[in-house]
T-cell receptor
Framework: GEDVEQSLFLSVREGDSSVINCTYT??????LYWYKQEPGAGLQLLTY?????DMKQDQRLTVLLNKKDKHLSLRIADTQTGDSAIYFC????????????FGKGTMLLVSP | EAGVAQSPRYKIIEKRQSVAFWCNPI?????LYWYQQILGQGPKLLIQ????????DSQLPKDRFSAERLKGVDSTLKIQPAKLEDSAVYLC????????????FGQGTRLTVV
């Protein structure tokens, strides 16, 4: 079955860039997503990328996709303390009914 | 546009008791998901509905979990009887399109089984 792996923890200083990495195994993955979860809250979609793209930029967020290596990354520029949260990588494919499969999440801690 | 509504927000029950969670998806969303998120892990799909039909329940522990989506709108997820390992946050999500370019999540129901 599908598998999504992420690094578990990242600590950065405010103002630095953060890079969160993710690998996936399903070669039929069509969309890849980054979700953010703050304590006690649901999941908030940050951005997504279609598999025929290799980069997407959205304000402070840059998503890079290496389809050959099945590697996805999320770069947050000028990281702020409000960015502290758990970030989940997720994927879906157009086969079947597009189940959304998540990684275990990366906890990002931003210190002042 | 109203988001995905879930209730209750919190529930504490003893093991072997039963519990039910409710989800009201975004109006018009045909696809509804229930996810289980155990502390420190990513959400794991329990069941996926397309309108009122089940399209994936392969990871639902059917001996104790059941879910329904009557009329293709609201959904309920039930656990009977609950076990300690069912302690988790139960997330409901909905989406309108295939493939789902954005699934909207509710705030979840945090279940503690003691």
């Amino acid at each position: 079955g599908e598998d999504v792996e992420q690094s578990l923890f990242l600590s950065v200083r405010e103002g630095d860039s953060s890079v969160i990495n993710c690998t996936y195994t399903d070669s039929s993955s069509t969309y890849l997503y980054w979700y953010k979860q703050e304590p006690g809250a649901g999941l908030q979609l940050l951005t997504y990328i279609f598999s025929n793209m290799d980069m997407k930029q959205d304000q402070r967020l840059t998503v890079l996709l290496n389809k050959k290596d099945k590697h996805l990354s999320l770069r947050i520029a000028d990281t702020q303390t409000g960015d502290s949260a758990i970030y989940f990588c997720a994927e879906t494919s157009t086969s079947g009914y597009s189940t959304l499969t998540f990684g275990k999440g990366t906890m990002l801690l931003v210190s002042p | 546009e109203a988001g995905v509504a879930q209730s209750p927000r919190y529930k504490i029950i003893e093991k072997r008791q039963s519990v039910a969670f409710w989800c009201n998806p975004i109006s018009g969303h045909a696809t509804l998901y229930w996810y289980q998120q155990i502390l420190g892990q990513g959400p794991k799909l329990l069941i996926q509905f397309q309108n009122n039909g089940v399209v994936d329940d392969s990871q639902l522990p059917k001996d104790r979990f059941s879910a329904e989506r009557l009329k293709g709108v609201d959904s309920t997820l039930k656990i009977q009887p609950a076990k300690l390992e069912d302690s988790a946050v139960y997330l409901c999500a909905s989406t309108s399109r295939r493939p789902n370019t954005e699934a909207f999540f509710g705030q979840g129901t945090r279940l503690t089984v003691v």
